[in-house]
């Protein structure tokens, strides 16, 4: 039986922090050396990885094809200089996805 683990893949001031957690981190420097760890670290038992927003919006493809996936889940999470809004965005497809509306920002008038 397999343990799953928990990494996050991003800047180095930005997942540092990550590490006190017991979290994996994985410090990247670009966009083109986050596919290879992500590619790697979704066949090694990974649940869950964080990736940084501004990291992620550059693997939109490859995430979108590993999320299809029952694990590992990839969770995108603002960076150190503040978010981008792309995870909470996936939050509200996935919500809107799971039970047909959208009950996070709807807006009333």
């Known amino acids: 039986m397999s343990t799953y683990k928990i990494g996050v893949i991003g800047d180095k001031d930005s997942i540092l922090g990550f ?3 017991g979290v994996t981190t994985f410090p990247v ?3 083109q050396a986050a596919l ?3 590619k790697q670290a979704a ?3 990974y649940a869950v990885l964080f990736i940084t927003e501004e990291i992620a919006q550059d693997l939109e493809d490859a995430i979108a094809e590993l999320n299809k996936r029952f694990l590992p889940v990839v969770v995108p999470v603002p960076n150190n200089k503040g978010t981008l809004g792309i995870g909470m965005g ?6 809107e996805k799971a039970i047909g509306a959208d009950i996070l920002f709807r807006k009333e008038g």
């Open 19 to 21: 590490k006190t957690l």
């Open 29 to 31: 420097i670009d966009s």
């Open 36 to 38: 290879s760890v992500l």
């Open 43 to 45: 066949k090694d038992d």
């Open 90 to 95: 996936k939050i509200k497809e996935s919500v």
